[in-house]
């Protein structure tokens, strides 16, 4: 959930990136009714072998390159 900032009775307006990376990676494609390409699947990926995560990686870069954002470096972590 995301407040809203009223500041003099306007919204304050400040940067989104890392809001826009959190609705990307908590979504599918086809959840998106304008964009229906967004989304990068992490629910999917919970049971995923070595492989599926090179894929997972590529996968959120493309998402978040896609949005406008430069991704230097990323990295996941496999959980056991």
Known sequence: ???????????????SS???AALIFATSPGEWRRTPGVGARLASSLKATDAD???MERRLRQQLEADGMRVERLSTTQVQ
């Open 1 to 15: 959930v995301y407040d809203l900032a009223v500041r003099n009775g306007d919204l304050v307006v400040g940067p």
């Open 18 to 20: 890392q809001q826009h």
């Open 53 to 55: 995560y090179i894929l």
